[in-house]
């Protein structure tokens, strides 16, 4: 072939079919058949495109004594074997185990149940795909976790195509109006309720009460005041180790977190705080910190455990608190506390707006919370800057003469 001979136009035939054609006006037939994963490829030339597809077919069909060639995988096979891939991608930190949760929490309650789950990938076609998203419109969920859905389905077929299981996306083409609305965050962030202090000192009053220790077996007041206190995210609380908390500095660890969706009797995994190294830090401990962790020492100890390696907050027969259960119980004592819903997130939120309101500078609030100073200074600091200065300029305003009429 010559140099100057190269091709100028592809055109997929069928799944693992192509037809190349060249700028000599030759035409080349490749045939690509898949045998326990591993592809085989075959050209032919001098025949025409129906002669191509009847080959093509032929060695299709009768590929490896039975096996079954990667275009005739379920969906839901490929789905095991994407899930494992991305798990060891958050294995290296090179990805969200928390994210590959969610696609298995989606794939389960909203994808297993639909046709597509269980079709061939040389089945799916862009109809099969539209009928996927109208049913799921129908199911009156929010746009961002039918968006969510969607994606768990995606990252599927993107990884079969990655691994030559398919040639094209069937999602392709569809018009954007038949996929869910993207929801856009606003340029102050996601919103998140703060509380007043006050609301904090009722939250903690109800954490504290015989009512709040009723409802679970679990001893979780000690939790809900170092989360309030500390600012602290909900798996750098599950994941606090004996060996973070220093009672005699008044200091408290956070280095790592409680991989997300951990189950009973598997073994506790700590990931890297959301920041990796720059989220790592010890600040000092307030006062009603101190006190819970001296508490639940006394406790931990009560059931053979308080050991440096192991965690700080247990349940009742000494496996870690979850995340769910820790926001279950911050829940229940804003209920208790007569606010309505309140989440480990708000708590996070109200510590560090409260910081700002006091005067500290970003940069120390970076080590006692994991932001970054250029999250704090965008999303708490130049917000209450802005409300500061608008109140101001009214003021000066008035005092000036302005109004009174």
């Known amino acids: 072939m010559s140099a100057s001979d190269y091709v100028v136009e592809k055109t997929t035939l069928a799944t693992g079919l192509q037809e190349w054609r060249y700028t000599s006006g030759r035409v080349v037939y490749r045939s690509t058949v898949y045998i326990k994963r591993k592809g085989y490829l075959k050209t032919w030339e001098g025949i025409n495109r129906s002669q191509a597809k009847t080959r093509h077919k032929k060695r299709d069909g009768g590929a490896a004594n039975g096996d079954k060639p990667a275009e005739r995988l379920l969906l839901s096979e490929v789905k095991e074997e994407c899930y494992s891939h991305l798990d060891d991608l958050a294995a290296r930190h090179d990805g969200s185990a ?58 599927v077929l993107r990884y079969a195509r990655e691994m030559n299981y398919m040639t094209t996306d069937p999602f392709a083409g569809i018009a954007r109006t038949e996929f869910p609305s993207q929801t856009k965050k606003s340029e102050k962030g996601i919103p998140s309720r703060v509380l007043t202090n006050e609301e904090g000192r009722k939250l903690i009053e109800a954490a504290r009460s015989e009512e709040f220790r009723k409802l679970t077996d679990t001893v979780f007041t000690n939790m809900v005041i170092v989360a309030r206190f500390q600012g602290a995210r909900n798996g750098e609380v599950c994941g606090l180790r004996w060996r973070d908390i220093d009672l005699i500095e008044e200091r408290i660890g956070f280095t790592g977190q409680l991989k997300r969706g951990h189950k009973a009797h598997e073994a506790v995994t700590i990931v890297p705080p959301k920041n990796k190294e720059e989220g790592e830090r010890s600040p000092q401990m307030f006062t009603e910190t101190w006190a819970a962790l001296n508490d639940q020492l006394a406790h931990e100890r009560s059931k053979g455990l308080g050991r440096p390696d192991d965690l700080v907050f247990t349940t009742a027969v000494g496996d870690p608190i979850t995340h769910r259960r820790l926001l279950s119980a911050v829940k229940r004592a804003g209920k208790l506390a007569g606010l309505g819903r309140v989440s480990v997130k708000d708590l996070r939120t109200s510590f560090v707006t409260v910081a700002v309101h006091a005067g500290i500078a970003s940069v120390e609030i970076e080590t006692m919370t994991g932001h970054t100073a250029a999250v704090i200074e965008r999303f708490y600091a130049k917000p209450y800057r802005t409300a500061e200065q608008a109140k101001e300029n009214v003021g000066k305003m008035v005092s000036n003469g302005f109004g009174g009429a």
């Open 98 to 155: 928390g994210t590959v949760e969610n696609y298995r929490a989606a794939w389960k309650k909203r994808i297993a149940p639909k046709p597509i789950a269980e079709m061939r990938l040389d089945q799916i076609e862009r109809a099969d795909c539209l009928r996927f998203l109208r049913d799921l419109r129908k199911c009156g969920l929010s746009e961002s976790t039918q968006n969510g859905t969607v994606t768990a389905v995606r990252v």
